[in-house]
Nanobody, 113 residues
Framework: EVQLVESGGGLVQPGGSLRLSCLAS????????MTWVRQAPGKGLQWVSA????????TYADSVKGRFTISRDNAKNTLYLQMNGLKPEDTAVYYC??????RGQGTQVTVSS
């Protein structure tokens, strides 16, 4: 059974940082491109970042470029998203997604003073 379990969300003040994790199981994690997407209240899914199977290539939405860093540890079947310089508009539920489009339950990130 494919499982993706996100964690690390929370409430943070503007300018703060969070590190999200996504533990994957049930598929060949080290062979797949992995993606972070997010859904803000009342809005649709927004693509945030992606990383190739080996971790050598990353790409970001313009809205997070320079603030967020995606990475992975294939030995631990874990995907990460380091988020710095958080803004209120980053408030959303964050999901990791595999190449089949499967997502976990998400982790809530709230940026507010």
């Amino acid at each position: 059974e494919v499982q993706l379990v996100e964690s690390g969300g929370g409430l943070v003040q503007p300018g703060g940082s969070l590190r999200l994790s996504c533990l994957a199981s049930g598929f060949a994690f080290n062979n797949e491109v992995m993606t972070w997407v997010r859904q803000a209240p009342g809005k649709g899914l927004q693509w945030v970042s992606a990383i190739n199977d080996g971790g050598s290539f990353t790409t970001y939405a313009d809205s997070v470029k320079g603030r967020f860093t995606i990475s992975r540890d294939n030995a631990k079947n874990t995907l990460y998203l380091q988020m710095n310089g958080l803004k209120p508009e980053d408030t959303a539920v964050y999901y990791c997604q595999n190449s089949d489009g499967l997502r976990g339950q998400g982790t809530q990130v709230t940026v507010s003073s």
